[in-house]
Nanobody
C-alpha cells in the first residue's frame, strides 16, 4: 500500500508564492508519474501539472509560466512551486502518484488534499 502526505498549503496574498510537497511512502518499486490537481468550491477537479518518469511535463494553461512541478526521486517526493498566485488559484490541491509496488502491482494514489487560499 502506498500513502501520500501533502504539505505546504496555506493563506497567501495575490502575487505571493507557495511550495507544496507530496511525500509517498510504502512498498514503492517505481513511480511512473506524479501530478497535482485542484478543486475549487463548486467546480470539478482539474489537472494543474503532471510529470512522467519519461520526462514529459504538462501544465494547465492557467498556470503555465507561474507553476513548476518537480520531483526528488530519492525521496519519492513531488513538489509544486506556485508563483504569482492569483485569487482564482484558490482551491484544495491534491497530489496524485502512479507507479508500481514491490509486489509488481500498479498503484494510483491520492493525497489528502491541502488548502491554498489566495486572499488580500
Amino acid at each position: 500500500q502506498v500513502q501520500l502526505v501533502e504539505s505546504g498549503g496555506g493563506l497567501v496574498q495575490p502575487g505571493g508564492s507557495l511550495r507544496l510537497s507530496c511525500a509517498a511512502s510504502g512498498s514503492i518499486f517505481s513511480i511512473y508519474a506524479m501530478g497535482w490537481y485542484r478543486q475549487a468550491p463548486g467546480k470539478q477537479r482539474e489537472l494543474v501539472a503532471r510529470a512522467t518518469s519519461g520526462g514529459t511535463t504538462n501544465y494547465a494553461d492557467s498556470v503555465k509560466g507561474r507553476f513548476a512541478i518537480s520531483r526528488d526521486n530519492a525521496k519519492n517526493t513531488a513538489y509544486l512551486q506556485m508563483n504569482s498566485l492569483k485569487f482564482e488559484d484558490t482551491a484544495v490541491y491534491y497530489c496524485n502518484i502512479q507507479g508500481a509496488t514491490l509486489m509488481g502491482a500498479d498503484f494510483h494514489s491520492w493525497g489528502q488534499g491541502t488548502q491554498v487560499t489566495v486572499s488580500s
